[in-house]
């Protein structure tokens, strides 16, 4: 039995979202995709899954909002507290079970209304760093980012060519409210933020909430005749997630192991030859090409020369984020994950607008929470 993705709906893609609470922007995202799925949540849902945390809400137990804008009251609602895309790959488990026909999944981010996001940060960090009071809790970033540059040969102009790339690449994306019309030399020349990398190379916060409808292949053909097809899901998380010296410097094991619980589902031996194009995690610069070495995507080149060669481009072999990615886009919270299959999703419907490729049909989609929290999701994704 396989899994499809029968209906989307987002509202927000800006910086900030004044006129609606992070509720209200739920319900926005669940009008709008329940009317693509051509279903009434109230009678065609069996479940539905929040991707949310607590610290970003400012609540406690934040999941008690979550039934009401999504359509979920007095029906099976369950809360997450990671990405979104893991909440994709519980919702294709439960599917898979044969038990669930239809089940909702939503993830929604309001970075713009948290007045201590950096001390959120920090209490995401090993215990033994944070009474060290760093300046910025995210340096660990710029650590991981030094470590993958010496262990793979990337240097400093890589990571500044894939921020040129996704910048540029958004101004043709109405949902980018971070796209910038930037020539590499002005990355290259901008001082740094973390260490090595400037503020071009750190994608910037946007809110943003997301719906996606799921169903069973026997449901799916009954509701729409563009059904995207989930082949494959895998996630996993670092040993030690947080901890300093239990992590792999410079590497995204995680993602790994991600990668190839998907690539066995969805029949991926190849995937450099297998799929069209990706979408993956790229929050910081050096993200987007530690995944692609992790995902498989480097071939005998290894990621930085492809990069060089123009591989990853649109018009390339393998486009990565044609969407323009978070560098562009945002970086959305735990709806990151989801931000990255809504692009994917729009693409294989032929959807995707000024970024539309011309023969999209298998994606890789991947993501990971970044530094400090080590956790990686990957979604095999196509439109046959």
């Known amino acids: 039995m396989r899994v499809a993705v029968i209906g989307v709906g987002w509202y927000g893609f800006k910086p900030s979202v004044p006129e609606l609470s992070f509720r209200e922007m739920m319900f926005e995202a669940a009008v709008r995709a329940y009317s693509d799925a051509n279903i009434d949540p109230r009678r065609d849902v069996d479940a539905f899954i929040s991707c949310q945390e607590d610290f970003w809400e400012g609540v406690a137990i934040s999941d008690e909002f979550a039934p009401e804008p999504i359509g979920g009251v007095l029906r099976p609602t369950m809360t997450i507290t990671g990405d979104g895309l893991q909440c994709i790959g519980q919702a294709y488990a439960m599917i898979k079970t044969g038990a669930f026909e239809t089940i909702v999944v939503e993830a929604h981010a309001k970075p713009s209304d948290i007045l201590s996001i950096q001390e959120i940060y920090e209490l995401a960090l090993d215990p033994q760093l944070r009474v060290l009071n760093f300046g910025n809790p995210l340096f660990q970033a710029g650590l991981d980012a030094v470590a993958y540059m010496r262990r793979s040969g990337a240097r400093r102009e890589h990571l500044a060519l894939v921020a040129y790339k996704n910048k540029n690449r958004g101004l043709l994306n109405p949902r980018a409210s971070h796209a910038a019309p930037v020539r590499l030399e002005d990355i290259m020349e901008s001082g740094t ?160 607008g000024g970024v539309q490729l011309s023969d999209a049909r298998k994606a890789i989609v991947a993501s990971w929470r970044g530094p400090p929290t080590y956790t990686s999701a990957v979604v095999i994704v196509s439109s046959s």
């Open 193 to 352: 933020v973390i260490y090595p990398m400037s503020r071009y190379e750190i994608a910037e916060f946007t809110d943003v909430a997301i719906n996606i409808v799921l169903a069973s292949e026997s449901k799916a053909k009954g509701y729409t005749d563009k059904p995207a097809w989930i082949d494959g899901v895998g996630w996993a998380t670092e040993l030690g997630s947080g901890a300093i010296e239990w992590h792999s410097w410079g590497r995204m094991p995680s993602m790994k192991l991600a990668a190839q619980m998907a690539y066995k589902q969805a029949g991926i031996e190849s995937p450099l030859k297998q799929v069209d194009f990706a979408e993956v995690e790229d929050r910081f610069s050096y993200m987007e090409l530690l995944t692609l070495e992790e995902l498989g995507l480097g071939g005998l080149e290894g990621v930085p020369r492809l990069l060089e060669s123009g591989y990853y481009d649109v018009k390339g072999g393998l486009p990565v984020n044609p969407s323009s990615g978070s560098l562009s886009l945002g970086a959305s919270l735990e709806a990151t994950g989801l931000s990255r299959l809504l692009e994917a999703i729009l693409q294989l419907r032929g959807e995707a």
